[in-house]
C-alpha cells in the first residue's frame, strides 16, 4: 500500500508505530513488522536528513558560512534563524516532500495475536494495519 511521507513522519504516527512495535506479536507477524518497521524508519530518518540539510542551505550565516540559530521565547528549543523568503521557500521545499508516497507491505490485524493492543486512534494512524 502507499501511505503519504506526511503521516509517517508525524508524532502521533510515531508514537503509535513504538507502540506496535514494542508489543509481543507471533513470530511470522513479527517478522513483517521488522521489515515494516525498518522502512518507516528509515524513511523518517531521510525525511529528518533532508529537511536539516534544506534548513541549513536557507538559513542566515554568519560571516564564516555557518548557520544562525535563534531561541523562541521561553522555550529551550533552537531553531535556524531564516528570513521570511527563505522560510516561505523552506516551508514550500518541506510540503513538496510530505507528499511523497512510501510504499509499505500491509499486516491483517489477525495476524498480529490475541494479546496487541491497540486502540482506534493507533489503527487510524497505522494505515497499513488492515482491520
Not at 525498518?38 to 525525511?47: P, Q, S
Amino acid at each position: 500500500m502507499k501511505m503519504l511521507l506526511a503521516k509517517v513522519v508525524s508524532p502521533k504516527f510515531q508514537a503509535s508505530l513504538n507502540k506496535l512495535a514494542s508489543q509481543d506479536i507471533p513470530v511470522r507477524a513479527m517478522y513483517k513488522m521488522k521489515g515494516i518497521v525498518r522502512i518507516l524508519r528509515d524513511e523518517i530518518a531521510k525525511f529528518e536528513e533532508i529537511r536539516n540539510e534544506r534548513a541549513v542551505h536557507f538559513a542566515e550565516k554568519d560571516e564564516h558560512g555557518k548557520p544562525l540559530y535563534s531561541k523562541s521565547g521561553d522555550s529551550e528549543m533552537v531553531h535556524f534563524k531564516m528570513d521570511p523568503e527563505n522560510m516561505i521557500k523552506f516551508s514550500c521545499d518541506l510540503a513538496e516532500l510530505v507528499r511523497e508516497e512510501i510504499d509499505v507491505a500491509e499486516v491483517h490485524i489477525n495476524e498480529l495475536g490475541d494479546l496487541v493492543r491497540l486502540n482506534s486512534d493507533d489503527l487510524l494512524v497505522l494505515e497499513f494495519v488492515e482491520v
